[in-house]
């Protein structure tokens, strides 16, 4: 499972009420159904973090290293659509001969294809698909494999349909609310660009702050010393991903060479486009934390963790959810260091000045 070894791909989520006593026994009234239950819709039900067919829930395979370490398990039964492609075409063959036609019409050929369903999907072997989450009661956040939307509300619908409350997901805006109640709905757009207009600047307050974060990284020496988790350095890099919101979305992604330092890079700043996702590495001494993050999201994708020496199993457990939790809580160290910044009329006058002198000044290589 992707929080035990590896890369680790998560969205975090605010827990609104503590977790009650018999938390453990209500996933286990809404566990997964018997694979046997499953016949051509889909069913749904939480299992262990352990397999995904193992789904009778108890304090021993709920738990692991003393964190709540459940997935959400999604069962169903598909047809390959090469596999229905043939099938649909061999018997549109046979009949249309059979019947003399050069071709059939179009209820014909839909009246082929639900026929085939029928037949073939009770045959097709049931495809397993899980979102794992891991519940770190210290912090009261939950990490999730919830990366997109189809994702992220199933999962905070079965949360809530399991334990009765909701489930608030980390986005810019939520995370401005909860850590400095602040309303990122009251900034005006700002624009980072020497010649875009402030009205025609992108109003993300995720884009804002990853672009904030790359000019922080740069013109402000990128060292950042975060009260009691000390100092940590930031660098972004490419892959890097621009937006531009407006009449149609426009968008540039520079992936080759070292995207950070080209002209094209530049092109898309001046041009009042942010980042909407980057390569972000943050560091502390000789440990190094890197992922994909996707800004509007507050989404973390392919974290590398620092290495570990070598440990029995649910010590390295341990150990690589602590990491997860420092790295995340340095990140949203440095977007409430932005938020304030931003909230500050006269410090981000000040700031966006400094931005599009950045911008403007930077040195690229060909």
């Not at 649910?314 to 420092?326: C, K, L, P, S």
Request: with cysteine; proline share 5%; charged share 25%.
């Amino acid at each position: 499972m992707p929080f035990e070894s590896g890369s680790v791909s998560y969205r975090m989520f605010y827990v609104t009420k503590a977790m009650p006593p018999d938390a453990v026994a209500r996933f286990a009234e809404n566990a997964a159904p018997p694979l046997n239950t499953l016949s051509d819709g889909e069913i749904h039900g939480w299992v262990s973090g352990r397999h995904l067919l193992d789904r009778v829930l108890t304090d021993h395979n709920a738990y692991y290293a003393g964190f709540l370490r459940l997935t959400l398990m999604k069962a169903e039964r598909k047809i390959p659509e090469s596999l229905l492609r043939a099938e649909c075409k061999m018997e549109e063959l046979a009949r249309a001969e059979a019947q003399g036609k050069a071709f059939l019409n179009r209820s014909e050929r839909k009246e082929i294809k639900d026929e085939i369903i029928a037949r073939l999907l009770p045959q097709m072997p049931p495809q397993l698909k899980g979102i794992p989450f891991v519940f770190d009661e210290r912090d009261g956040l939950i990490y999730a494999a919830a990366l997109n939307e189809k994702q992220m509300d199933a999962f905070t619908i079965y949360f809530s349909r399991t334990l009765g409350f909701n489930l608030i997901p980390v986005f810019p805006d939520t995370a401005a609310a909860k850590r400095q109640r602040v309303n990122v709905k009251e900034w005006a757009p700002t624009s980072f660009s020497p010649e875009v207009d402030d009205g025609e600047a992108g109003q993300d307050p995720g884009e804002d702050f990853l672009t904030w974060l790359w000019f922080y990284s740069e013109a402000r020496g990128g060292i950042a010393k975060l009260d009691d988790l000390g100092e940590w350095a930031v660098m972004i890099d490419g892959p890097l991903h621009f937006i531009l919101e407006g009449n149609g979305a426009h968008e540039a992604v520079l992936r080759r060479g070292e995207p950070r330092l080209s002209a094209e890079a530049k092109t898309s700043l001046l041009g009042g486009k942010k980042l909407k996702q980057a390569k972000l590495t943050l560091a502390q001494g000789d440990q190094s934390w890197s992922c994909t993050f996707t800004a509007s999201g507050f989404v973390v994708r392919g974290l590398q963790l620092p290495p570990l020496e070598k440990m029995d199993a649910v010590t390295a457990f341990q150990e690589r959810i602590n990491m997860i939790g420092r790295f995340s809580e340095a990140l949203l160290r440095l977007y409430d260091r932005f938020v304030l910044e931003r909230n500050n009329v006269k410090e981000w006058k000040a700031c966006a000045e400094e931005i599009r002198a950045w911008v403007s000044e930077r040195k690229t290589r060909s």
